[in-house]
């Protein structure tokens, strides 16, 4: 009886103690914490990096950029309507990513040296697993103009796009591609967009770019790119990085 006496005041004495323990409940480790060192600012998993959340990467590949592509490709007669459409498999994460647009040139200068086209795209994203889930249609439109010359040409594009939920981007490029001579061009340009999530957080992305082409032959050519990127997350600090690429094109 004795032992069984002191066995409750034991208790009693660790309830009193837990009691007056100040509580100070954690936030959701899901919502604001990722795989980083500890110096490193707190990002909502919103904006976080490509690599960790998968729509991040997806929003990229947006729909207002589609838009604006469409809206720069100038090969086609005033005013007669083409299309685009993607989709894209994802089995790391389980998606689907599909959509289309529809963009026209709206004009051209007698010269054939100025030329103005408009775009609209729109797109989606399903991920599977127990049920499937769907994202917000992702909407967006664009304008471009293009001005060839004789040895430089000129490409200027701008989008607006709409993600759901109250998550709104805007953006705008520059490019330009000067030939040496009918083997050897420089080419660079300059893009920056602003996501705006729900008035609650903004977040700016940069990139630079400049780079060489070598043309094989009228068809083939080789080219070497060198990117700065830089994302302003405001309050959340900032990231920054370089990027090398080797590419080949062909057209068939």
């Known amino acids: 009886m004795v032992k069984m006496a002191l066995l409750l005041c034991l208790a009693a004495w660790c309830l009193a103690l837990g009691a007056a323990a100040p509580h ?14 500890s110096e490193d600012p707190l990002v909502p998993s919103f904006a976080q990096d490509d690599r960790v959340e998968p729509l991040v990467r997806e929003r990229r590949q ?7 592509s469409l809206a720069l490709r100038h090969d086609n007669p005033v005013g007669e309507p083409f299309h685009g459409t993607h989709v894209n498999v994802d089995e790391g994460t389980n998606s689907l990513h599909y959509g289309g647009g529809v963009g026209a040139v709206l004009g ?11 775009a609209t795209y729109g797109q989606q994203s399903v991920f599977g697993g127990d049920k499937l889930s769907f994202t917000h249609p992702n909407l967006g439109v664009g304008v471009g103009y293009r001005y060839n010359g004789d040895k430089t040409s000129v490409a200027l594009g701008a989008h607006a796009q709409s993600f759901g939920g109250g998550v ?4 705008a490029s520059l490019n330009l591609e000067h030939r040496l001579n009918d083997r050897h061009s420089l080419f660079g340009g300059i893009s920056r967009s602003n ?19 070598y043309n094989i032959n009228d068809r083939t050519s080789l080219s070497l790119t060198g990117t700065h990127s830089n994302s302003d997350l ?10 090398f690429r080797l590419g080949f094109g062909s057209n068939f």
């Not at 100070?24 to 980083?36: G, T, V």
């Not at 051209?108 to 100025?114: A, E, L, T, V």
């Open 168 to 171: 709104s981007e805007k953006g």
């Open 62 to 68: 947006t729909a207002g950029l589609n838009a604006e």
């Open 24 to 37: 100070n409940p954690q936030p959701p480790l899901q919502a604001w914490s990722r795989d980083s060192p």
């Open 234 to 243: 405001g309050p959340f600090g900032s990231r920054s990085g370089q990027t």
């Open 195 to 213: 996501t705006d999530y729900s008035g609650l957080f903004s977040r700016t992305d940069t990139d630079a770019k400049l780079g060489y082409r």
């Open 108 to 118: 051209k200068s007698p010269d054939g040296r100025h030329s103005l086209g408009a």
